[in-house]
């Protein structure tokens, strides 16, 4: 972990409640894509928990929807702001278990870590399928740079607003290696359950330190009490005793 001091480079909306966080500073212990970062807002006494999208040099990508008092004032902020943020937490994908065909399903902003993790599944010559979620058109972003990457996307709307009508999980009828998945709970709980393959999942649980030491994120698995910001956010499949998550 390391705190480090991150000027805003870009602070743009994708949709009306999402936006890209473009950072610019020191990320040479940002980690991987599932590990996130943690901001410090002024006049808020907990730092707001975000998951690392991508990382290029010293240029760190953070996508994020407005969702409370926090993330509201993070949208107001102008390029040049400076931020205070705390880099390297919690363990990421494990990428070397996604054999030679991964399926990635997001739901929303789970989209962010999924982008990172496809672009370097990409990179590692893997045949990567990709499906995002949204429930309505308008609410969808990040497709084109999905795209960009060269995976195999299917894009759903609840509403059937736009691309295959209905949830991720009825988009779920194509052969993978293994999974990985992001998004609401209810969703990554369906998609474990239809899943015919191991896999991963990344928890957003509210947060007190962010770093271990305060037990506020513990999360009950198979092997017992887990904390959501040092042993995770991301798990097996099987991990997670659902009907105790918060
Ligand atoms: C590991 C991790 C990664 C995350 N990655 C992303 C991301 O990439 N993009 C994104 O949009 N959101 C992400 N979230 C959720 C994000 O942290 C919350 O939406 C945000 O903290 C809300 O803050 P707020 O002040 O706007 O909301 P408020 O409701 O005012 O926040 C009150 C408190 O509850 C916490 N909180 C509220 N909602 C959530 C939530 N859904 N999950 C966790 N804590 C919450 C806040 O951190 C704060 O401490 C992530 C959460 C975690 C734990
Ligand atoms: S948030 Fe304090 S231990 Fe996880």
Redesign the pocket.
Known sequence: MKQGLFRIAENRPLTEKVSRLCLEGDCSHVGEPGQ?VDLRLEG?F?R????V?DVEGDRLT???????????LLRTLPEGTVLDVLTGL?RGFDRSLAGSSPLLIAGG?GA??LYGLAKRLCAEGRDVTVILGFATAAERFYEEEFRALGVTLCVCTEDGSYGRAGFVTEAMDRPASYFYTCGPKAMMQSVCARAETDGQLSL????GCGFGACMGCRVETISGGRR??KDG?VFGKGEILWDDLR
Request: net charge positive; aromatic share 6%.
């Open positions: 996130f808020l907990l707001r928990p975000l998951s999208c953070l996508l994020y929807e407005e969702s409370g008092k926090g993330t509201a919690g902003t962010s870590p957003a649980v509210r947060m959501v910001c956010p």
